[in-house]
């Protein structure tokens, strides 16, 4: 696999992660 | 009669948006009534705010109670708060409980088991999609060895999609992009649904409460009511969230992440831009770029001497500011307009004819008008008394600069520059932005450098003795490439005599030119000429000439690389369609002659994604190239970092091969081609073949040397 390849797919889940994270945020926010 | 008549020549396409305009204000009556009320609403707090900013700053008694700092009473949207309070007392109750309710497992089980019920359904989709695909692979894979010569033949299938696509697909496309051009033409149809659609998502409420909010803050300072305010907004906003789809959020969140990207793209090709221009300005007068072939030795001068002609532009505009600024109450413009004469009638065709013009208008007591009693003749700038004459001399001297319609580029090889000018009969303004450019107009907008004539450049002897051309250079940017095949270094030019009657490098006193250059072109103070050039090593270059340059080593340059963020997930599918497709392309190309549908589905799908990959890398990549900067003989050479922008440097800007077409014409006096050159017989060279390389070791050294030891 290139180098580039795999720095996009870090990339990419590292945005995965972010938006799990922030949907906690969100989530808990509608739970109260 | 005749109203009828002008009904009948009436555009049908007004029908058509006169049609869509009623739906939306259907649409404002019966799904989104309240919002009208809100929008009044917020239109009576601007003007009750108005009332109260102008009776409390001019001290008039008054009653007025400001409506703004009031909740809303229109009650349609107090169901979509998201839960949010509507008090400060209510919000610190809450974000306590938020946060209590953060920490807790069972929040986090909660949210994992509903994050895991989203990935399920991801999972089903990706399933079925992958499935799709590998079901479509398959039977391509099978298909492709199905071999034939039926060259350009389609399939059936083929066939009639495209019959669809003609009937169907393509005069739908075709009103469509029309019908988007009628619209885009025609203002107030659009301003009209955009105003409507503001209107029904309360984006314009939002915007005149905040100016009636502005109103009451200015003068009241009433900090407390601002968590009202933000509570509003919330529920003004909230309402578009609800009404509009989630994928209609999504795609605008998409199309609004993708419109900050670009423009972060944007921003950091013009840094790099003003990066790269700092580090010209260091630079002394002449500066040869060295490097190995392919170094981008050619690619770093030509980028060079475009940013240099731009930062010229910009100098006499800012110049002849400074100039008006001296003189305020001067009348430029006239003076502008008898330049223009001039230059038009090329009375004015260099700085010098500039000079002669303006002095000669000097000496016949030309006024322009200008009250000299009133508003004086001089200007201290504190270190002497500028004259209004020579500032006029001066300023006419860099407008002839500024407004010249031609290249500062005098080069070796043909580059091309596409700076537009924008003039309405004024002051002209350049565009002088090489990012923003669409490549449609790239001939349009093209001029090309200057054919540099090397007799310009000599103050001795020259090649054409009645050269008209060997005194036209005062000012531009010279580009030499393979300064050192021109010039030569002291060992080739061994043989060479000042004395020779025909012009040489040591009789024709370039290098003179090269120490006097700031004397023809410099206008007040400031030079306008500039010397770049290339070769691969620094001593192809003789002494005299090498040290009055700036040597730029030229190390290693970089991949290419993004300005723009966020392609990261379009390179991903990138990679992974186009390498797939390329084994496909050519295993099909190579067993069959024919066209199926699913061949030509697969390969427009991944020429649209090479389109749109290829589009973005020519627009925000880059490139950066490693310089050794040597100032001095014996000090470290300094490293500096050139940025190489795809869009300023390789949008049909120059000709790596820019002697080719003397190779061209050598080849084509040629009666043979490389298929007629003998090959070897084995993997070891026959005696006769060695004697067949005209070489100097081999035949002059080996074989001339055997034959004379064995005679």
Redesign the interface.
């Known amino acids: 696999m290139?180098k580039?390849?795999i720095?996009?797919?870090l990339?990419?889940v590292g945005v995965i992660v972010a938006i799990?994270i922030v949907?906690?945020?969100i989530?808990?926010?509608?739970?109260? | 009669m005749r109203l009828f008549g002008a009904i009948k020549h009436i555009n049908y396409k007004h029908y058509v948006c006169a049609g869509i305009t009623l739906l939306f204000v259907l649409c404002s009556v019966f799904v989104y009534p309240h919002n009208v009320l809100r929008l009044l609403e917020s239109t009576r707090d601007v003007g009750v705010s108005i009332a109260f900013f102008f009776a409390q700053i001019f001290r008039i008694p008054h009653s007025i109670s400001p409506t703004v700092t009031d909740l809303s009473s229109v009650t349609y949207f107090n169901e979509y708060t998201?839960?949010f309070p509507k008090t400060w007392e209510e919000f610190t109750v809450?974000f306590e409980?938020?946060w209590a309710?953060?920490a807790t497992s069972d929040?986090?089980t909660?949210?994992l088991s509903?994050?895991g019920s989203i990935l399920y359904y991801v999972f089903i989709a990706i399933f079925v999609i992958a499935l799709i695909l590998l079901g479509l692979f398959a039977y391509l894979k099978i298909d492709i060895k199905r071999e034939n010569n039926d060259y350009a033949k389609e399939s059936r299938p083929l066939k009639v999609f495209k019959a669809v696509a003609i009937h169907a697909y393509l005069p739908t496309r075709k009103w469509l992009t029309s019908f988007c051009q009628f619209v885009s033409s025609h203002k107030a149809w659009w301003v009209t649904w955009l105003l409507i659609f503001l209107v029904n998502h309360n984006l314009i409420s939002a915007v005149t409460s905040c100016i009636a909010y502005l109103f009451y803050f200015s003068v009241s300072v009433d900090v407390l009511s601002l968590f009202t305010q933000l509570y509003k907004l919330i529920l003004d906003l909230s309402v578009g969230l609800h009404m509009i789809p989630l994928w209609g959020t999504l795609l605008f969140v998409i199309y609004l992440l993708n419109r900050a990207f670009k423009r972060i793209g944007y921003d950091r090709l013009n840094h790099h831009e003003m990066k790269n221009r700092g580090f010209i300005n260091n630079l002394p007068f002449a500066v040869m770029n060295c490097g190995t072939m392919g170094a981008n030795k050619t690619t770093v001068l030509t980028d060079m001497g475009l940013s240099q002609e731009v930062m010229y532009l910009d100098k006499a505009r800012d110049l002849i500011i400074e100039h008006t600024m001296r003189f305020p109450n001067f009348p430029w413009v006239t003076l502008e307009n008898m330049l223009k004469d001039a230059i038009g009638s090329h009375t004015i065709y260099n700085l010098a004819t500039c000079k002669v013009y303006v002095r000669n208008l000097a000496v016949s007591g030309e006024t322009f008008g200008y009250d000299a009693e009133r508003y004086g003749v001089y200007f201290d700038n504190k270190l002497q008394h500028v004259d209004l004459w020579d500032s006029i001399e001066s300023y006419a001297q860099l407008y002839f600069l500024y407004t010249l319609k031609t290249s500062f580029l005098v080069f070796n090889y043909s580059v091309r520059t596409d700076n537009v000018m924008r003039d309405k009969g004024n002051f002209p303004i350049w565009n002088t932005n090489f990012f923003y450019r669409n490549s449609a107009d790239v001939d349009k907008n093209a001029r090309y450098a200057h054919v540099l004539d090397f007799d310009a450049l000599r103050l001795g002897k020259k090649m054409k003795p009645n050269n008209p051309n060997s005194n036209f250079f005062e000012f531009g940017v010279v580009g030499i490439t393979e300064i050192g095949k021109e010039r030569g270094n002291m060992i080739e030019n061994y043989d060479k005599k000042k004395s020779d009657d025909k012009t040489n490098q040591k009789n024709d006193k370039f290098d003179v030119w090269l120490k006097m250059i700031r004397h023809s072109a410099t206008v007040d103070h400031y030079c306008f000429a500039r010397v770049f050039s290339d070769e691969q090593r620094p001593e192809n270059l003789g002494a005299d000439a090498r040290e009055l340059c700036e040597i730029l080593g030229l190390r290693d340059t970089s991949?290419v690389k993004l300005a723009r963020p966020g392609f990261?997930?379009v390179?991903?599918l990138y990679?992974l369609v186009y390498s797939k497709f390329v084994d496909v392309f050519l295993q099909y190309r190579h067993n069959r002659g024919d066209t199926t549908l699913l061949y030509y589905i697969l390969r427009t799908v991944t020429s649209k994604l090479y389109g749109y990959y290829t589009g973005v890398y020519n627009t925000f990549g880059y490139k950066t190239v490693k310089i050794d900067v040597r100032r001095g003989l014996y000090d470290k050479p300094e490293e500096h970092k050139y940025y190489l922008a795809h869009k300023k440097i390789y949008s049909k800007r120059f000709s790596t091969d820019c002697f080719s077409d003397f190779f061209a014409v050598k080849a084509l006096s040629s009666k043979v081609g490389i298929n007629d050159i003998a090959t070897y017989a084995g993997v070891k060279a026959t005696f006769q073949e060695l004697a067949q390389q005209d070489s100097y070791f081999v035949v002059n050294d080996l074989i001339k040397g055997f034959l004379s030891k064995n005679k």
Not at chain 1, 27 to 32: E, L, S, V
């Open positions: 290139k580039k390849t720095v996009n797919v990339k990419l799990v949907g906690y945020f989530y808990t926010g509608g739970n109260i | 998201f839960g809450v409980k938020y309710t953060f929040n986090l909660g949210y509903y994050v991949e990261f997930i390179d991903l990679d």
